[in-house]
């Protein structure tokens, strides 16, 4: 089979699914060079789409530790318990990120360090004063400067990902159409992925009416009643 003479491809997939085989050689033992000559020779690329199967190829081979910190860090699965095909697919999409995408990606780590006006910066007020509340001031700490130094450490990712990578990737990586969020199938993922984006960044201002809904629900059940009488007669007991 021709890759390159497939019907309305979406542009750009034939070369990363000619990168993808080439890295999935490699995986197996072969030598990157002889597994990325046969592939150019079986089939037929222009010199741009050539550019980008040498680049993400050796790119992603390069990289493959650091793509897998990567995996690491964002999977609940480690990088090495993954599938061989999925891991080697998830190295070729991490090399090669979509503005989008990219923004989705910081949006979520400022979340989780805690920076407001995101919802991960609501969801540690509330844990914290819970925490302080109940009077667990030594955990409270502990939770408060981690969170300040997990920050760091989020915003170093971010640097690396929008400022740093852009500046070291190749001219062929940088000119290479960008993926077309207007083809077949590609509307839905990316509504869902504005989605995610739209209740990271704004969802920790409209957390508020939604917890005390919550609590008003919860409030009037009986069991929460019966528990919080008991507790009482056991304070004064």
């Known amino acids: 089979m021709d890759l390159s003479k497939t019907s309305t491809p979406i542009q750009g997939l034939i070369s990363r699914k000619a990168a993808w085989e080439v890295v999935q050689a490699v995986g197996g033992g072969a030598f990157s060079d002889v597994a990325l000559d046969r592939i150019l ?6 010199s741009l789409d050539r550019s980008l199967i040498t680049e993400l190829s050796y790119g992603t081979i390069r990289q493959r530790y650091y793509l897998d910190c990567w995996i690491d860090f964002l999977g609940k699965v480690p990088a090495t318990k993954q599938p061989p095909l999925l891991r080697w697919l998830l190295h070729l999409g991490l ?17 989780l360090g805690g920076i407001p006006p995101m919802l991960g910066f609501f969801g540690k007020i509330y844990l914290f004063f819970a925490g302080w509340a109940d009077e667990q001031y030594l955990l ?3 939770g408060l400067i981690t969170s300040v130094i997990s920050i760091y450490y989020y915003i170093s990712v971010i640097k690396m990902m929008v400022v740093t990578e852009p ?12 993926i077309q969020w207007s083809e077949t199938g590609m509307s839905s993922l990316r509504i869902a992925l504005i989605g995610c984006v739209v209740v990271t960044a704004i969802g920790g201002i409209i957390s508020n009416p939604l917890f005390n809904l919550a609590n008003s629900a919860v409030s009037g ?17």
């Open 95 to 111: 090399y090669q990120k979509d503005p989008l995408i990219t923004l989705g990606l910081s949006l979520c780590l400022l979340s």
């Open 221 to 237: 059940t009986p069991l929460l009643q019966e528990a919080i009488t008991l507790a009482t007669k056991t304070s004064i007991g």
């Open 140 to 142: 409270v700490t502990v």
């Open 41 to 46: 020779k079986n089939y037929s690329f222009n």
């Open 167 to 178: 500046k070291e990737a190749s001219k062929v990586v940088k000119t290479y159409p960008s």
